[in-house]
């Protein structure tokens, strides 16, 4: 087996935003005037809300669409609304507007941080026209603003690309001889280290959602009893392609060993994604395989959706694996969806202990 690679966990999207909303706060704080206004006790108030909100928020929410655009535009409300009322000078809102750009740069994808950085700029040009500020050195700022812009856009765009690098098909250059020798699958080591990328990569972005698939062929072993280990290693290598057929873009599957078989499903948006590759699974089987002889085999499933619960593969795998042997003891040909009843008790509590702690962090 391979070793695992060593990922370095990332860290929190909380701490990084606490610190860019507390240099807001203290540019805020600067600029209140004495005895503060009624204006200025809204605007403290709704600074507080927003505050309290990073910080009590569950983790799988700080790096939604919904949150980094509240937080972003709250402040930037904030900042308006200071501007318009005399509280505010050009440093002061140059220096709000880059942290606010920061802010908008945890986005989940390129569109919202464009949305929010053009509404962001936007709101400051309006401000230097409302201040009567339009003159050439304050103009110059906006070009730069952009440059800035473009660089957090760069630096998504690198992100992505190395995600994409890791979640999409393996490269057809790889050495084959690396792979399963019977089947070219790749081996179970391979198969976990990918789903470990992945597992590690869905940590980082919580909107990501991927399934494994744990297949035992059933009917396998008469056929290689009674017909040779050779009947029973083409069973294998037609079973593989038949499975290769199945996958959509970006999937995997691997030979787990023996007559099992793994599948990782890749953007797994609704339950069905997993299940319609299942049921196209089920549906291939029944037709027969030539070995000499017409020979039928068919397939226990267990599909095993990514959450909060599963920390390493080995987790996820071995709820699919648990969900799997259901599929037996229900009948055979049939897929399970695996659920916490799988999983023993102390593991379970174990599991929940982890969640709560990581849940606010």
Known sequence: ?????????????????????????????????????????????????????????PRTQLDTAWFVGLLTLGNMGVLVASAMNGTSTTLWMLGAVVLLLAMASYAPSILHFGLLSSLVIGGYGVLLHRSTLLQTDEVLVLPALLCLVLVFVSKITTTQAEIQRIVGPEEPTRDKSLGDPLTGLPTRGQFLERVERIVQYGQINRSFRHAIMFVDLDGFKPINDRLGHKAGDAVLRHTAKLFQSCLRQ????????????????????????????????????????????????????????????????????????????????????????????????????????????????
């Open 1 to 57: 087996m391979h070793p695992m690679p060593n990922i370095i966990k990332p860290t929190s999207p909380r701490i990084y935003l606490v610190l860019l909303h507390a240099m807001f706060l203290v540019f805020y704080g600067v600029h209140l005037l004495s005895p503060m206004t009624r204006v200025q006790a809204g605007l403290s108030l709704a600074l507080a809300t927003l505050t309290l909100l990073l910080v009590t928020l």
């Open 250 to 361: 970006g999937d995997v599957v691997g030979r787990y060993g023996g007559d099992e078989f793994t599948f990782l499903l890749n953007q797994v948006q609704d339950p069905s994604d997993a299940t319609s590759v299942a049921e196209r699974i089920l549906t291939r089987l029944q037709s027969p395989i030539d070995v000499g002889e017409p020979v039928h085999v068919g397939a226990s499933i267990g599909i095993a959706f990514s959450t909060s619960m599963h920390e390493t593969a080995e987790e996820l795998i071995r709820d699919a694996d648990q969900a799997m042997y259901r599929a037996k003891a229900q009948g055979k040909n049939r897929y399970v969806i695996s659920d916490q009843a799988d999983i023993p008790k102390s593991e379970l509590q174990k599991r929940w202990k982890r969640v709560e702690q990581l849940k606010w962090y």
